[in-house]
């Protein structure tokens, strides 16, 4: 058998590697369920990984030559899907990890989806925004072979966004010789994008805090929310959760964070950070760091940065009842033990922040037809994938005897694997 690049030892992961992390989790919910070895031989593997090196000419006129990754993890329940991320922190353990995130979370949501991911190496705060068109527009051309409505639909993530959408869309058709407006989610409404997806991770999110509210019997109004991160998902978090009534008692950026356990202004406090591009000097809050944010004492505790936030190094001083987790892989595998021991309830990333994969699909769907749904259709469509998929997932959970990590995991590979099987093995 060809050596698989996969942890082959769940017992001696690197924390700090997030597609160990996955493929730990992936181990133990495949053995839970007695995964069918021959399944499970093929699941391990992602379909497709591409490396392109992309050349770009910067405004001074020399060229740079940048690298840029799309892993295609699974195509099982129709095209892959997953964003495109921009950071000099890319790297192909982190975008295959990513790629397979997206298999998990489509198949939670019951979407008909495979995952992908994909990044360049660059730093794009660097960049002017004709170098980022251009470095667009070549990784584009690069992949045009790989992508497609029915092959692999691209979407935004960290440093990308709607205008990088577009570009990727309008290269896509350029090629094609006419638009194409379903290769890539994300995208502004004026060209196909749908209403309410810039909200949808924020909205799914609020949605599943609610349904933890209602299994816990807490009252909304007397619930404190924390969150790390104030972007896309973290900042909407933030709008949607305080006008709902949830007191939101801390949030941050990159350079840390503010609190107020009486809840802060939410709409000022983004007013301030739209100004001022940082938290810092928002007045009627105290100055903490991004690292005491995590251990301040609340009801819901929302990671909405990046990875590898919660670790076995402070996990023990997590002082939430749920954990709701807006990034991808905020939290280790090991890391996940000592919460479940401290009785933490983790809504895991491939339930809690699947609202915006879910609008994506909607926002596809209405490409296809070439007919476009108003704002309270698909926020209630939304809701109804939420909270069914927590249901789910809580379901599944209880059936098992297993958190709701691991619970997540079995389902979603229980998913996959029942639809490789009925297609049958081409081998
Ligand atoms: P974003 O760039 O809009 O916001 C990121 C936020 O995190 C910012 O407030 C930034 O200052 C902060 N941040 C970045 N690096 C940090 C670090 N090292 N330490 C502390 N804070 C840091 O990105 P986003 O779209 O809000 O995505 C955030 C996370 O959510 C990512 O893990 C992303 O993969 C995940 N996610 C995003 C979506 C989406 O629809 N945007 C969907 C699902 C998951």
Not at 82 to 93: A, T
Not at 109 to 121: L, Q
Not at 301 to 315: D, G
């Amino acid at each position: 058998m060809a050596p698989s690049p996969y942890v082959d030892d769940a017992r001696d992961i690197k924390e700090d590697n997030p597609f160990e992390s996955m493929m730990s989790r992936f181990d133990e919910a495949a053995r839970l369920l007695d995964l069918d070895p021959n399944l499970y031989t093929i699941m391990r593997w992602p379909n497709r990984e591409i490396t392109t090196y992309v050349p770009v000419f910067m405004d001074d006129g020399h060229v740079e030559v940048f690298v840029g990754y799309r892993v295609q993890h699974s195509f099982a329940r129709g095209p892959a899907k997953g964003g495109i991320r921009y950071s000099p922190d890319v790297n192909l353990d982190e975008v295959r990890a990513l790629a397979a995130w997206m298999t998990w979370k489509c198949a939670v949501v019951n979407v008909p989806f495979g995952g992908a991911k994909g990044g360049i190496i660059c730093d794009p705060h660097q960049m002017s925004p004709g170098e980022l068109e251009r470095l667009t527009r070549r990784f584009t051309a690069e992949l045009i072979d790989f992508i497609g409505p029915e092959r692999d639909v691209p979407a935004p993530d960290m440093n990308t966004n709607e205008q990088v959408m577009a570009w990727m869309m309008d290269t896509y058709s350029m090629h094609a010789r006419h638009t194409v407006t379903a290769v890539v989610t994300g995208k502004p409404v004026d060209i196909g994008g749908s209403r309410g997806r810039r909200d949808a991770t924020g909205r799914g999110l609020l949605i599943v805090s609610n349904e933890a509210v209602k299994k816990f019997k807490l009252n909304i109004p007397d619930t404190r929310v924390v969150i790390q991160g104030s972007g896309n998902v973290g900042g909407t978090a933030a709008r949607l959760m305080h006008e709902v009534g949830y007191k939101v008692t801390a949030i941050s950026d990159i350079y840390g964070g503010i609190v107020n356990e009486k809840g802060l202004d939410v709409p000022a406090v983004l007013k301030y950070l739209g100004e001022n591009k940082t938290l810092e000097g928002f007045e009627g809050a105290d100055r903490i760091t991004n690292a005491e944010i995590l251990e301040l004492e609340c009801d819901i505790l929302m990671p909405a940065a990046t990875e590898n936030q919660i670790t076995s190094k402070n996990a023990h001083k997590i002082r939430c009842k749920v954990l709701a987790e807006g990034a991808n892989g905020p939290t280790t595998a090991n890391a996940d033990k000592i919460l479940a021991d401290a009785g933490v309830f983790v809504i895991p990333d491939i339930l809690a922040n699947a609202g915006g994969v879910t609008v994506s699909y909607f926002e596809w769907v209405q490409n296809r037809m070439g007919y476009f749904w108003r704002e309270d259709v698909v926020n209630e469509r939304l809701a109804d994938i939420m909270v069914a998929s927590f249901n789910d997932v809580v379901r599944f959970a209880e059936k098992h005897s297993v958190n709701a990590r691991i619970a997540s995991y079995m389902l979603a590979i229980d998913r996959v694997g029942s639809d490789v099987r009925m297609r049958g093995i081409y081998a």
